[in-house]
């Protein structure tokens, strides 16, 4: 049976990491573009310090693809924060969708911070 090697392991982090950048630009892309007036929607502060994050999350992305030491403690930085930022979404977000949202971008961080911190059995 094989087993998940570390390189490996930090590979599908980097590429979940994208994808929940990804994730974020395009559910919070339009809310960014019309500000404040929005009703139904995460405090702004919100909306743009999870943009920042992840613009901030594509550079660390790279270096854990690289396998770069400073992009694994990046990473596991920015999904903490992540993670931090979500979790008032579960219990206060208007909609059941951004609750929704809130929960998977949890749990994506969450598998993230797992996957970079792996260890090769021995």
């Keep these: ?3 998940l090697s570390r390189p490996t392991a930090r590979k599908i982090a980097a590429s979940l990491a994208i994808l929940s950048a990804l994730f974020t630009f395009w559910l919070f892309g339009p809310l ?6 929005v009703t139904e929607a995460p405090p702004y502060a919100v909306i743009l310090g999870g943009i920042m994050l992840n613009v901030i999350g594509f550079v660390a992305a790279y ?5 770069q030491r400073w992009g694994v403690i990046l990473t596991i930085l920015i999904n903490a924060l992540g993670i931090l930022l979500a979790t008032p979404g579960l219990l206060f977000a208007p909609t059941l969708t951004l609750q ?3 929960l998977a971008g949890i749990l994506f961080c969450g598998v993230i911070i797992f996957l ?3 260890r090769e059995k021995r």
Excluded at 32 to 37: F, N, S
Excluded at 63 to 67: E, S
């Design 1 to 3: 049976m094989n087993r």
């Design 32 to 37: 960014l573009a019309q500000g404040e007036a």
């Design 63 to 67: 270096g854990l693809w690289q396998n």
């Design 100 to 102: 929704l949202s809130a």
């Design 116 to 118: 970079c911190l792996w």
